[in-house]
């Protein structure tokens, strides 16, 4: 399951960074080739890591792997951690399946395109970006990844940047995206100020416990649903998806 789980996230970030540091020296459809060649990659070890969890018991088919700590303050830490469960092996399946399709499908849309290369790049940062939304293990890299997803639509949607329209459709989705990564940072903030850590278990342990106030746990989840909002084009932060 994890090294499944690893090949999925890290495929399409290889593809991103293959086709941005190539820039010119590879052809615009070998651009679009090696984003589809990673995505497909990233579904290939998704689909390990579902025939290993299927293998195990019910009991065992959650994991956490941990890279690296990368924040450490006192009793506060912070790991790269990805949480391999049903939950995220089927949006694993989801997200570079479907994915993987959607760029396939764009190698014929965006040939003969000049900014073809840049396209596929943005492409496969989009998937990974995805990708590390779903599979985060910890409430920070959950943020990273939603903060990550709001980068790429950015880029994505202003991509013709000669195009007025589309550079404000971009700038608009950006603000209001920012707008609930802003209000789930605060949310963050407030269980490191309330619990102590940003794992999942923690928290989740720490409000079913009763530790937290009923305050506590209603502001901690309209923080959360505040990103899931703007990041869905919810009421009322939905402006920005008409334009884009």
Known sequence: MVNGAWVCLLAPLAGFLAITLAGDRITR?????????????????????????LSREPDDRAVTTTAWTWLAAGDFKVSIDL???PLSITMMLVVTGIGGLIVLYSNGYMEGDDEERRYFAYMSLFVFSMLMLVQAGNFLLLLVGWGLVGLASYLLIGFYH???????????????????????ALALFLAIAKVGSLDY???????????????????????????????????????????A
């Open 29 to 53: 459809r070998q651009a679009g080739i090696l984003s589809t060649a990673s995505v497909f990659v990233g579904f290939a070890g998704a689909v390990v890591a579902f025939i290993d969890a």
């Open 201 to 243: 278990s923690t928290v989740f342990d720490a409000a079913q416990s009763g530790e937290l106030s009923d305050t506590v746990v209603t502001l901690l989840a309209l923080g959360l649903l505040a990103g899931a909002v703007a990041k869905s084009a919810q009421i009322p932060l939905h402006t920005w998806l008409p334009d």
């Open 162 to 184: 000669d195009r007025s329209s589309a550079i404000d459709a971009a700038k608009k989705a950006f603000v209001i995206n920012t707008i609930g990564d802003a209000a789930m």
């Open 83 to 85: 949480l391999v469960d």
